[in-house]
């Protein structure tokens, strides 16, 4: 219910609401490796089948629970019409493959597959002074030139007023508390 008032809300005051989410995503959900890596990766709605297509996926990842909700190719491939997908923090899958001194040409074949899943692909740039996440976006803005894929920049927020912080630390200790129980 927080999605329609939040809806609701920015069109009574003018604001294009964007509704969307951060998932985990895998190649495939049916590998139950323990170190089967699982990675960050945006999705947003641009229209009602991308709205329908996010809650699909989200109930997806819950039934594909291994340790964590995650998506794999198969889901995206079956959910990504109307949706607009994005490389993700230094968390997603073509930030950690830059980390891990992948073969460019391995990037580039993930690049292609995360387009092919999704109405539009974004390569995600952040802002930082972390000396990793300038390497990864320095390779991005190259990336995106030889695969034709555009930029878009954004940062990681986890809320919005200062007083919520401490919620904010409560809310990732139970989550991280749960994660290592699994």
Known sequence: MAVIEFY???KKNGIKPIIGMEAYYTPDCEVRDKDNRYDHLILLATNAVGYKNLKMLAT???KHFYS???LDDEAL???GEGI???????GGTIPQMILA??????????????????????????????????II???LVSLASSTNTNLIITTDVHR???EDMEAHQAFISIVTEGIRSN
């Open 8 to 10: 609701t809300q920015c």
């Open 60 to 62: 997806y990842s819950q």
């Open 68 to 70: 964590k909700p995650r």
């Open 77 to 79: 491939r079956l959910y």
């Open 84 to 90: 607009i997908g994005a490389s993700a923090c230094i």
């Open 101 to 134: 001194k992948e073969p460019m040409a391995v990037i580039k074949e993930t690049v292609t597959l995360f387009k092919s899943l999704f109405d539009e692909f974004y390569l995600e740039l952040q802002p930082s002074s972390d000396p990793q996440q300038v």
């Open 137 to 139: 976006n320095k390779y």
């Open 160 to 162: 919005i007023e200062q």
